[in-house]
């Protein structure tokens, strides 16, 4: 399996398992205020139990997480104005999870810089490296096409060969006295010759 034929299956595989990422909020008791695993302690942020503070994380890691599939699947020029919603999203994020649930939708450009900036510098880089690997991909994929294309077309018997052959003997020892376009249209002439036969 080729690794560009990997990222288009990996991308809508990620897109169909979000929702039940995000439903993972049900499995929280409701009457709970925090949860322990070891010796961390997952309280409740502020929020009326620890279930409500569990749906707002996933509320924004939901929406990141389809910036981030969308910026690094994304082929425009335009592709860098998504930066600006992951950024809110990431600050909103922060908030939450700092358990300040009062002002978690209000923005804080300035607040949220020393965050995203780090965050997004990665994600840029990641995504060029993405897009170098796949136009780097696309471009073996096309020149092993037109060499097993060339290679098909010569290993064909043909009876034109010897013919073309002499013609372009003859055409190279003309060129010095015929113009380019027109050496150029006898050569490309020449090639459908080999190529029909």
Known sequence: MKNSS??????PCLIIALPFLFYSYKLVPVDIEYFKIGSV????????NLAAFI?????KLFIISL???????CKHWWRNIILVPLIIELTKLWWIALGNSRFFDEIEYIQSLPLTVPIVL?????SRKLNFYSKNQQLKSDVNFEIQETFKAI???NEN?????????????VKKNTSQTEYLSKLIEM???????
């Open 6 to 11: 990997r990222r288009e299956i990996l991308i």
């Open 41 to 48: 302690i997952i309280s409740n942020g502020g929020h009326k």
């Open 55 to 59: 749906w707002n994380i996933n509320v």
């Open 67 to 73: 910036l981030l599939l969308w910026f690094i699947s």
């Open 122 to 126: 990665v994600v840029i880089l990641i």
């Open 155 to 157: 290993s064909k018997p």
């Open 161 to 173: 060969f010897a013919q073309v052959r002499l013609d372009f003997e003859v055409l190279k020892r």
């Open 191 to 197: 090639r459908k010759r080999l190529y029909n036969n």
